[in-house]
């Protein structure tokens, strides 16, 4: 009897010219007890440490609701020489009827040194079929960016909460949906953290009768955890994106915008401040006879909703916070799709503030 091959987290060795023939023993040796399912590529691209492993165990977590075909790249550009390992497994979840396995394939790869050069012909070789690719993007963007890897991909998936120069940052894969003609999707899972949060505000709203605020907004309080300044920017220009507010001027944690209209421009004060707690703690957003707040307190799984007139009754509701992890920010995402139009908006209308 031959000896079972050797396994890792990421799943059996094997050739980097043998991945289709092993691939096809791993649902021939499950004799029709697992279901192979993908409607997508999903490639993840690390240069950290012990990022196969960490990755793979999100990647097992996420295909429970994405079949995909998963692509994990560890890169280590900066190691001597030239090494390539390659690993081949499955990802397998009980189907809602529970009678079958439905399994997602994950190719896993070590890139050492000169062979991290190698990235696109390797993605581009494991791509199944003609389904969309979707690269999840773990570093810094470095520059120049790569116009063969960047021609084949439908929407990078980044977190811009990390990045240590966002304009910087931003230009790059500007540059990169230049390249491919327009045709990539950004998708920034910092935009991701606030999408309860605006749909908190937005319902406010919701209403003909309480449209008239929406012109008389005169002041705006964002409270956010040490770090994630940059969320709290993101929102400011969701605000001033859809509200059609014009920037003036910025200060630190000061920031102005004006309105124009009627014959007259109307300014509106945002404040910033750093709080222990969630990405964003409280929002608040004043007009001139109105208050209109939504809080999110540490480890809460609901936002607490409120609105009060100057003179007059005032309004409690809880609303979902959402999560802010990693595996469901990236859940998230890959559900909700769309080009996005908002975010670059958004983005556009706060870049100098960054």
């Given at each position: 009897m031959?000896?079972a ?11 980097i ?5 092993e691939?096809k ?26 990022s ?10 996420i ?11 560890a890169?280590?550009p ?6 390539v ?14 009678s079958k396995?439905?399994?997602?394939e ?9 062979s ?13 079929s ?19 890897l ?8 980044y977190?811009?909460q990390?990045?240590?120069d966002?304009?910087?940052?931003m230009?790059l ?5 230049e ?15 606030l999408?309860h ?27 956010h955890a040490?770090?994630?300044r940059?969320t709290?920017?993101l929102?400011?220009?969701w605000?001033?994106?859809q509200?059609?507010?014009?920037s003036a001027?910025?200060?630190?944690n000061?920031?102005g915008?004006e ?17 222990k707690?969630?990405a ?17 307190k540490a480890?809460?799984?609901l936002l607490?909703?409120s609105?009060?007139?100057t003179?007059g ?12 992890d ?7 995402e890959?559900?909700r799709?769309g080009?996005?139009r908002v ?12």
């Amino acid at each position: 009897m031959s000896a079972a091959p050797e396994t890792s987290a990421a799943g059996v060795p094997v050739e980097i010219g043998k991945i289709d023939r092993e691939l096809k023993k791993l649902w021939d040796d499950a004799g029709g007890a697992m279901t192979r399912a993908s409607l997508i590529n999903l490639a993840v691209y690390s240069e950290a440490p012990d990022s196969l492993g960490k990755n793979t165990a999100i990647l097992s977590e996420i295909t429970e609701n994405h079949a995909c075909r998963a692509i994990v790249i560890a890169a280590d550009p900066a190691a001597p020489g030239s090494e390539v390992e390659a690993w081949v497994g499955a990802h397998c979840h009980v189907s809602r009827a529970g009678s079958k396995q439905v399994c997602s394939e994950q190719l896993s790869f070590s890139l050492k040194g000169k062979s991290a050069a190698l990235l696109s012909n390797i993605v581009f070789a494991q791509l199944d079929s003609d389904l969309p690719l979707n690269l999840w993007w773990q570093e810094e963007f470095s520059s120049p960016m790569d116009p063969q890897l960047w021609a084949w991909v439908d929407r990078v998936i980044y977190d811009s909460q990390t990045w240590s120069d966002f304009r910087a940052q931003m230009s790059l894969v500007q540059t990169a949906q230049e390249k491919a003609r327009q045709r990539i999707v950004l998708c920034d899972l910092n935009w991701m953290r606030l999408v309860h949060l605006r749909l908190a505000l937005a319902q406010f709203f919701d209403h003909p009768i309480t449209h008239h605020h929406l012109d008389a907004i005169a002041a705006v309080q964002i409270e956010h955890a040490p770090g994630f300044r940059s969320t709290a920017i993101l929102l400011v220009g969701w605000l001033a994106a859809q509200l059609g507010w014009d920037s003036a001027r910025g200060a630190g944690n000061s920031l102005g915008f004006e309105k124009k209209g009627s014959g007259e421009v109307r300014a509106i004060k945002v404040t910033l401040s750093e709080n222990k707690g969630e990405a964003i703690g409280s929002v608040t957003v004043w007009s001139a006879t109105a208050e209109f707040r939504v809080e999110h307190k540490a480890g809460a799984d609901l936002l607490e909703v409120s609105f009060g007139r100057t003179r007059g009754r005032n309004m409690q509701q809880l609303l979902p916070a959402g999560k802010g992890d990693l595996v469901s920010l990236v859940k998230e995402e890959l559900m909700r799709g769309g080009p996005h139009r908002v975010y670059l908006r958004a983005v556009e209308k706060v870049c100098e503030f960054f």
